[in-house]
């Protein structure tokens, strides 16, 4: 059977030759080779294909081979990537954590922004109104071309009498700081008269004391003999213990520095003395002393003359006469002006709050009664800063938060201080301010 297909077409129907006729046989062999020529092609396509299959077989197989070795190292690529994840996903926790730590420290920061911006919109609040202002001072300026050289004239003006206004600030400023430096000069010189008449009253009491009792004896003695007196004390002697001499060397103490010990009026400033010496004109006597103590301080200085002892009102002629008034050295009361402003030079917490005293007066009583024209501009500021909106408060800001605002603020504050001591000192006698005090 397997020899039978393996034999040519004509081999294989040579039996069937016998069998049928000749007509039939060659018709059925030649139906046979052309079938097996067909065969044979469709047999030799299905060959090619077949090898092209295989072909294509072998490629897709290496192209296997080729992404499996791929798919291998995507794996490894992505355990590493895995690894490299991680790493991110730490290194993303430590930065969220920085960036929460950062987040507070901006939230803070903006916290004293906000304040910064609070307290500059104040500021550009005042400023917006004085731009207003400018604004329609240049609208009506501006609407006529003709206008502008007036206004250049005007400006001109302003700026000149700006600087007449700041030289004659310059100068009052420093008018008043030598007022101020001789008024203390003055109570100095007040204080060392005192310091000298009291001495020199002192020792004339005890020589008043002396000649009495040396009076007395001598009238024991006329009593006792019936002779004239004559006095045993030197008249030189006599004008040295009390006399002009007092007077002059008083005088002299007065030009020279006080001493550091404390005078009597501040030993004893509870009580109100009055001393009027008096001198001769012609011998240097003593011819007349007064005295008086009171045991209530008064308020007001009243000079009330002392009233003179029996033995001496007979022989009391003045013509030179020096009076002391006693001076309250308390350091929680202001007794004048100057006791002010000698605070006002040297604490700036005491500057601070006389330009909140003056600012209240300012905006609540009236402008005649607050700032100058000069300094309300600038004082309005500074008092509105310093006590930060509530007009009725004290202070609410401290030098260094002053210093921060505005480099010279203190310096300010004590030039305005300064120039309105005056006033100050009325608000403070007459109690117009209960945050306006001497410091503690």
């Known amino acids: 059977m397997n020899s039978s297909k393996n034999s040519p077409i004509s081999d294989l129907i040579a039996p069937l030759k016998s069998s049928i006729s000749q007509h039939l046989f060659e018709s059925v062999r030649r139906d046979l080779c052309i079938r097996e020529s067909r065969y044979d092609g469709e047999k030799n396509l299905l060959l090619h294909k077949l090898k092209k299959i295989s072909s294509d077989h072998d490629i897709l197989e290496k192209q296997f081979r080729q992404v499996k070795t791929e798919y291998g190292n995507l794996i490894l690529r992505d355990g590493e990537k895995s690894c490299e994840l991680s790493e991110l996903r730490r290194q993303l926790g430590e930065l969220r954590a920085e960036n929460e730590s950062k987040t507070r420290d901006h939230a803070e920061l903006v916290k004293q922004l906000t304040e910064s911006r609070l307290e500059l919109k104040q500021m550009k609040h005042s400023a917006s109104e004085l731009r207003v202002e400018n604004e329609e001072l240049g609208k009506k300026l501006g609407e006529t071309a003709s206008f502008e050289e007036e206004i250049r004239v005007w400006k001109e003006k302003y700026e000149a009498a700006m600087k007449e206004v700041a030289a004659a600030e310059e100068k009052a400023r420093r008018e008043k700081e030598v007022v101020v430096s001789e008024n203390v000069k003055l109570k100095m010189t007040k204080d060392a008269v005192v310091d000298a008449a009291i001495n020199k009253f002192r020792c004339f009491d005890k020589r008043v004391a002396t000649l009495e009792g040396n ?41 020279t520095k006080p001493s550091s010990k404390p005078s009597f009026t501040e030993k004893y400033s509870s009580a109100s003395i009055t001393i009027c010496i008096s001198d001769s004109d012609d011998d240097g006597e003593a011819k007349g002393l007064k005295r008086k103590r009171g045991f209530n301080s008064s308020s007001d200085h009243s000079k009330t003359p002392l009233t003179p002892k029996p033995s001496q009102q007979k022989n009391s002629k003045s013509d030179n006469n020096v009076e002391v008034e006693s001076v309250d050295s308390s350091a929680k009361r202001w007794e004048s002006e100057a006791d002010m402003v000698r605070d006002l030079e040297k604490n700036p917490e005491i500057c601070m709050r006389a330009i909140c005293a003056l600012y209240r007066q300012h905006m609540n009583v009236g402008e005649s009664k607050g700032f100058s024209e000069v300094d309300a501009f600038r004082g309005k500021i500074l008092g ?49 301010d209960p945050h306006f005090a001497p410091p503690h």
């Open 215 to 255: 009076l007395a004896a001598l009238k024991v003695t006329i009593h006792s003999s019936g002779q004239p007196v004559v006095s045993t004390v030197p008249d030189k002697e006599l004008r040295n213990s009390f006399g002009t001499n007092a007077k002059h060397e008083a005088l002299l103490r007065c030009k």
């Open 384 to 432: 509105n800063f310093l006590v930060n909106g509530d007009i009725h408060g004290g202070v609410k800001k401290s030098v260094a938060k002053l210093v921060e605002y505005d480099r010279d603020g203190p310096n300010k504050c004590r030039r305005i201080a300064m120039d309105h001591s005056s006033r100050l000192f009325e608000i403070y006698k007459n109690k117009e």
